[in-house]
Structure formats: C-alpha cells, structure tokens
T-cell receptor
C-alpha cells in the first residue's frame, strides 16, 4: 500500500518570505501522480499543483513550485513571496492508476504579517 | 474548473437514523467518484470508490453495509450512512475525476458535508 508522510505538523513564515513544505511517499509503482492540495477553513479542497511521475521537470504554478526527487520519493512544495491568503492546511497526496487519493497528515501553514 | 456539488452541506441526526449525502458533477460526467472522510484536525481518508453501473469498492476497514453507495447516473453518487452513531460524526467529502488527455484525470472535490450524530 502507498503511504504519504508529511513530517511538519505546522510551519510558520513571515509574509513575503519563502517556505518549503516537505513530503515523502512510498510506492512500488512506476507511474503515478503527486499533488499538493490546500484546505482553507472553509474545508474546500483546492488543487495547488500536480506532478506526473514520468516527467523529470519540476512543476511550477506562479508562486508555487515543487522539488520532485523520484529516486528519493520526495515531493516538497515551495511557496515564494508568501501571502496572508496562503494560510491553510496543505496536504500532499498520491494517486496511482485509477485509484483514489492517499493523503499525508497535512501541514498547517501560518503566515506572520 | 469543473464543479462538484454536495447536498446537504451539514446535517444533524439522531442516533440510529439513516442519512443520505448526494454528490453531483455539474458540468461533466463521472463514471467514478470517490468518498472520503475527514475527522477533526485529521487528514482525508478514502472510504470507497463509487462506480457507475456497478458495485462500489470499499477500503479496508470500511463497513459496506453501513456506508451504502449508489452511483445511479454519470453525474450522481449517493452515500447513505445507515443506523448512524455518534462515532460516525465527521466531514464527508466526495471527488470526481474528469478524464483529460492522459490516463489520470484531475479530481475535483465537493465542498463537503458535515454530519453530526446526536
């Protein structure tokens, strides 16, 4: 079974600074997708960024980028120029085949003004 | 992006009663939908996969007779919590993947349903 580990229950960053959230996963599959989701207090899940395992190039979406290390099974999220609206729970997630998502335990991101 | 709705957004019921939660894909068809459960301050846990026209598949530890899933059409899946008890109180979220090009479709999440069992 696949597992996703987020070792940082909570992270704090100053507004406009950069923060990196870590995620590792375990799988025996070679083809899969990885995601970062944001869950604000409304609890609506919002896709931040996704990475296809077969792509070597790291995904980027505006201020959000990932560092995907397939051999190390690591998938960290970097948020540049942090904004107050970035404050939320962030979940790393894995999907293989047509299965549902396996989520990590989440990281609570606090933005200090 | 695609829209997935859930109804109701919150429900309070008495112990022993059954509660039905609907999940609809509003602007695309979904042959598969997923149901997750999220307890307070915890992560989302996959409960089951809803398949249009066939039986749902349940994750290990999820009672299929307690959590009845019906995927009646390409846009609707329902989750019925039968004989609900206080320990079933949780946030239930559905998602639907929309196929787009590759083999793996992006999943779109509903806004969730907060169930409180008294």
């Amino acid at each position: 079974a696949q597992t996703v580990t987020q070792s940082q229950p909570e992270m704090s960053v100053q507004e406009a600074e950069t923060v990196t959230l870590s995620c590792t996963y375990d799988t025996s599959e070679s083809d899969y997708y990885l995601f970062w989701y944001k869950q604000p207090p409304s609890r609506q899940m919002i896709l931040v960024i996704r990475q296809e395992a077969y792509k070597q190039q790291n995904a980027t979406e505006n201020r959000f980028s990932v560092n995907f290390q397939k051999a190390a099974k690591s998938f960290s999220l970097k948020i540049s120029d942090s904004q107050l609206g970035d404050a939320a729970m962030y979940f790393c997630a894995y999907r293989g085949g047509a299965d549902g998502l396996t989520f990590g335990k989440g990281t609570h991101l606090i933005i200090q003004p | 992006g695609a829209v997935v709705s859930q109804h109701p957004s919150r429900v309070i019921c008495k112990s022993g009663t059954s509660v039905k939660i609907e999940c609809r894909s509003l602007d695309f068809q979904a042959t598969t939908m997923f149901w997750y459960r999220q307890f307070p301050k915890q992560s989302l846990m996959l409960m089951a996969t809803s398949n249009e026209g066939s039986k749902a598949t349940y994750e290990q530890g999820v009672e299929k007779d307690k959590f009845l899933i019906n995927h009646a059409s390409l846009t609707l899946s329902t989750l019925t919590v039968t004989s609900a008890h206080p320990e079933d109180s949780s946030f239930y979220i559905c998602s639907a993947p929309r196929a787009s090009g590759g083999a793996f479709g992006e999943q779109f999440f509903g806004p969730g349903t907060r169930l409180t069992v008294l």
